[in-house]
């Protein structure tokens, strides 16, 4: 029988879960979960790139788990675990490390952007995030990588330090592919809809813990412009076409479908409507991580189960990687 391929994928413990995280990779993640062998990883090591409090971050980490799992991941099914509770991440980073060019990490477009943002924190951190997740990557001998387009050059320069690595090293490591799920729909912020919904810029975010309430007024405030059509043009109407996009994504219809179930209407009648979808969408997976994170003893057994199978399989690698660098066995 064919071994099932395996996926890993991640999201940074870097902000609350938002719209944008379920409609661009959660949902694409579930879809997968029937057909391959999942790691899905709640990357920790990843958010302290940038500053975070401590407290907050604490908190965010154990609440990522509960949606994950209230989006439909089922640890039973999938290894679901925090990057930082398997020191092998950092343990393959550093080699890996040793095996990546300065000018290649110099390259890489979230570096710059990132840099620019933070320009009184640019960190080691920050400039050798790629290495810390290739390793993430390569620790599993991943096939296949489902992350949105943004994230597709990380993977690119992973694919380049496991072949780089292999040449000297044959066998080592499984080349990963990039995956990019059809079904991914890239969000955009509702208040500046040519920027991606980012959990760490919490303006023009809706969070998947947010109300009912807050994401009606959410929608309300979208911004839009100033015709009156409800038409599909991303260059032109930004901002509705993001809406036209949440409202699809949400029930299943197609753009076609969407313009014409509001033609003649106007963002009056539009706009609450997205917002209607949107908290009937949220609803049950709000519901289901608060009932979750009541239970904090079965969040903890979650992780502490992912961890062990996590640390099971990247031990495996690790150690036949520092056995061909040339480090004496232990
Ligand atoms: P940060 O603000 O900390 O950079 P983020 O909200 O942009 O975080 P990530 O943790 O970097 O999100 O991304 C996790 C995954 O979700 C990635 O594969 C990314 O491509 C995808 N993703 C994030 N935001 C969106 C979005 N608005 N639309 C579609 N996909 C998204
Ligand atoms: N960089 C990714 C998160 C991430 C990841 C990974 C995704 C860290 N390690 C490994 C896929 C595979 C992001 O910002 N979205």
Request: glycine share 20%; charged share 40%.
């Given at each position: 029988m064919d071994q099932k391929k395996r996926i890993f994928s991640g999201i940074q413990p870097s902000g609350d879960l938002t719209l944008g995280s379920y409609m661009g990779a959660i949902k694409s993640w579930a879809a997968l979960q029937e057909d391959y062998d999942c790691l899905f990883c709640i990357v920790d090591m990843h958010a302290i790139t940038v500053r975070q409090n401590p407290a907050d971050l604490r908190r965010r980490t154990l609440e990522q788990m509960a949606q994950y799992i209230a989006c439909g991941l089922d640890p039973e099914k999938n290894i679901m675990f925090v990057q930082s509770h398997v020191p092998q991440h950092a343990e393959l980073s550093w080699v890996l490390g040793c095996y990546t060019q300065f000018g290649e990490l110099s390259r890489m477009t979230q570096f710059k952007d990132k840099s620019a943002k933070h320009a009184d924190n640019i960190t080691a951190g920050l400039f050798t995030y790629p290495v810390l997740m290739a390793a993430d990557i390569l620790l599993y001998q991943a096939d296949l990588v489902p992350v949105g387009q943004d994230q597709k050059q990380h993977v690119e320069l992973c694919r380049d330090i496991a072949a780089r690595f292999n040449n000297s090293f044959p066998d080592t490591f499984t080349i990963p592919e990039p995956f990019i799920p059809k079904m991914g729909a890239r969000i955009m912020s509702l208040g500046t809809p040519e920027n991606k919904m980012s959990k760490?810029?919490?303006?023009?975010c809706v969070f998947l813990m947010d109300s009912p309430e807050d994401i009606a007024r959410k929608f309300k405030r979208a911004v839009t412009d100033c015709e009156t059509a409800v038409r599909y043009d991303k260059e032109n109407k930004p901002g509705v076409s993001n809406l036209l996009t949440i409202y699809c994504a949400a029930t299943g219809k197609t753009i076609e479908q969407a313009e014409a179930d509001f033609a003649g209407q106007g963002y009056g009648v539009f706009k609450p409507a997205v917002g209607e979808a949107v908290i009937e969408l949220l609803r049950p997976i709000r519901e289901e991580s608060q009932r979750l994170l009541k239970d904090k003893a079965y969040l903890e057994a979650v992780c502490k189960d992912g961890a062990e199978k996590a640390s099971y399989l990247a031990t495996k690698t690790l150690r036949k990687v520092y056995k061909k660098v040339g480090f004496v066995a232990r």
């Open positions: 760490s810029e919490p303006d023009g």
